[in-house]
């Protein structure tokens, strides 16, 4: 890695080409590819590599094209191809093209090509573009630690090179262990990449000839990436800025083999939101964690993709609001990706799902769905509950019907940013009255009296809305004589069991005219029952 980060420090940013027209090829069917290695989690990284792509891919009318890239036998991890494929359709992003797709450009798997690798690296030889290395893991160490010695970046002398045909066929014969590297033709390279702009590089003159065939006969990354590439017949390559450095020596790579290049460009890089490096080993950042805590797919390719480089489209931002993935495609453009490093700002996520989730309650099946989901959420949470607790809380007594879970969800977006914190702690109180524990006793003794006529006079109220129940508070209050803030502190307590919270005419209006009178009514009547948790009244 080290190594790879001086190497990019000498790449030369020459400048841009005319904008536009660097976009296009001259393969008339735009053809792209996702080349995870399936050596974990899709990760954020990973997510926005595979939405740029598509959204690229769709929105030229192209083929996008999903291609497991699992040479380095030692780092693969098993079930991770599987759980890739699962977590780009949650996603909303089916390959055209791919394992479980098929094509006809495949396998797309690289571990079953390798007969195509091999078959491409002796062509190489034959040509005198690379040739067999014999050195051992012994003496390349040497080199290396030769290298760290005297502090420069340890790279291979290219000794075998020099062998005679005789000396190697003499040493093949012999059994000799050996890898195949690729000579590197020494002088500047140029990359005109699509978002970076041109970039020279002499690749030759910072690193030793590559191996391109390892002892055991897989491919590494530099073979496999170009050969597939070029069978496949991908016409843009989109991937991470890590990739830069390499690029120039894919292209000499396609120039050795007598092939077109696609057209390369490469994406920023992604850092946190304080600028420290991010890294995919960073918790809790995997396609399949966000799934799992409650983010809409949506709200997640939103999220990437405003924060993974491409500027924000036109629109209120104070208004956010989420994009379909088909909008998205029709918005995509490659020049609106920036070269900027890219602040991944982890708080704006809540606010996209709290964005899509507001877009569901909106939109009539979506919130007969989202009454379903809630329903099946709340009963669940109860059910842990009642068996953890043994609590008094009876399954029966829980208001669920269609009305009041589409009341509650079309409330929630003001206060939950997903559909799970309505069960947490804070929230509980919507479907269970609290415990006499959360209630301070004496506290609620001293409104005995008039919490009585209070709930008298709220039951009067015709239309129990927030407006309603707030001017009744007020006038209550005024012609009892109440200190307003200490009697409202005592009815939240009646009513939620909180400290602090939504107001009291909004967890009244939320509760209902039947299930608040009914809470304060217990709270009221019975002190001194045995601490119990009950469900809203019918
Ligand atoms: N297998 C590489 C990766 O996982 C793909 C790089 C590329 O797209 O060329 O990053």
Known sequence: MRHLRSTFKVLKFVGSLSKRNRFYCTQSTVR????????????????????????????????????????????????????????????????????????????YKQSERLH??????EQLIESKKAYHCFCTEKRLNLIRKEAVRLQQVPKYDNKCRNLSKEEVNTKLKNGEKCCIRFKLTPGDQTCNDLIYGSITHDVASLEGDPVILKSDGYPTYHLANVVDDHYMNISHVL???????STTKHILLYQAFGWEPPLYGHLPLLINAD????????????????????????????????????????????????????????????????TQPCRLMFDQLPEFNRAEMSRQISDENSLKQLIIELRELV??????????????????????????????????????????????????????QPSYQQINISNVLQYKEKLMILIAELNEIEEFTQIAIKDKLKTFCKSENLEFSKFMKTLRQCLSGLEEGPGVAEIMELLGKKTTCARLKRVNESPTQPDKNTCCPK
């Open 379 to 432: 009963i669940e949470t109860i059910s842990i509950q009642i068996s953890v607790v043994n609590t008094e809380i009876s399954m029966y007594d829980l208001q669920l019907d269609d009305e009041h879970l589409s009341f509650v969800l079309k409330w929630c977006p003001s206060r939950v940013t997903q559909l799970k914190d309505l069960v947490k702690p804070n929230f509980m109180f919507i479907w269970i």
């Open 116 to 121: 195509i690798y091999r078959m491409e690296a």
């Open 239 to 245: 991937r991470g800025v890590e990739w830069l450095p």
């Open 32 to 107: 792209v590819r996702f080349a995870p290695s399936p050596t974990g989690f899709l990760h954020l990284g990973g997510l926005r590599t595979a939405l740029y792509n598509y959204l690229f891919a769709k929105s030229r009318g192209g083929v996008f094209i999903l291609r497991i890239e699992d040479t380095d036998q030692k780092r693969l991890v098993e079930g991770a191809t599987e759980q890739l494929q699962y977590d780009l359709r949650w996603i909303g992003i089916i390959p055209d093209e791919g394992p479980s797709s098929g094509g006809n450009y495949g396998p």
């Open 275 to 338: 600028g420290t490096k991010f890294s995919k080993r960073q918790g809790a950042i995997t396609v399949e964690s966000y799934r799992n805590s409650g983010i809409y797919p949506r709200a997640l390719i939103n999220f990437v993709t405003f924060t993974g480089g491409f500027s924000r489209l036109k629109g209120d931002p104070h208004e956010p609001r989420t994009y379909s993935i088909y909008e998205l495609i029709e918005f995509f453009h490659l020049s609106y990706i920036n």
